[in-house]
């Protein structure tokens, strides 16, 4: 697990004081108020011109991301909404249940790249007859990382779909999250 600080230090992000942005604070302190966190979520300026916005940390210690493109392009209601998303990825854990698919899907990489590896080892008996060989776990083998990168995005998206829902009830404004 990185920690939040690691991650937002990867994208030079600088910390956003109240005084600096007094309006964002209010978003942030409305969507967590309205989702229930114990906390508001500390605010970080990223320096690109991309539109993007994330979230680190849990329900008691979110960081949001915001990028100098994002706060340029939308209005306030865009920027509600965008907020309000961000927010209930905190709001559901949604970062530690990524971090666990992932993880799950390196360690399934990595146990089917040692099966493949033993077999290769393994193909000198394989050809004698010496062994018996079970064609049903060399296709596992084979296609279980696929599956479970597959597997990993499809619940990426839902987590998605789900935080825009949640979004649309946090910031009680659909459209604005829509545009």
């Known amino acids: 697990r990185l ?8 994208y030079r992000a600088r910390p956003l004081s109240r005084a600096e942005a007094p309006g964002l604070y209010g978003l942030a302190e409305t969507m967590a108020r309205r989702a229930g966190l114990p906390r508001i979520p500390r605010l970080f300026y990223i320096p690109s011109p991309a539109p993007n916005a994330f979230t680190v940390g849990g329900r008691g210690e979110a960081a949001m991301a915001l990028t100098d493109g ?12 965008v ?3 961000e927010t209930a990825h905190a709001m559901h ?6 971090n666990l698919a992932d993880v799950i899907s390196r360690v399934t990489a990595a146990l089917s790249m040692t099966g493949q590896i033993l ?3 393994n193909l000198p008996l ?6 018996p060989v079970s064609w ?15 597997l990993q ?8 779909f789900s935080a825009d829902a949640e979004a649309a009830r946090l910031a009680g404004d659909p459209l604005a999250l829509a545009s």
Request: proline residues 3%; positive net charge.
């Open 3 to 10: 920690s939040p600080r690691l991650v937002l230090k990867l």
């Open 70 to 81: 994002l706060l340029r392009r939308l209005d306030t209601r865009e920027l509600a909404a």
């Open 83 to 85: 907020m309000a998303h």
């Open 93 to 98: 854990g949604d970062l530690a249940l990524m």
């Open 119 to 121: 077999l290769v080892f």
């Open 126 to 131: 394989l050809l004698l007859g010496a062994a």
């Open 136 to 150: 049903a776990l060399v296709l596992v083998l084979v296609f279980a990382p696929g599956v479970s990168s597959l």
């Open 153 to 160: 995005l499809a619940l990426s998206r839902t987590r998605e």
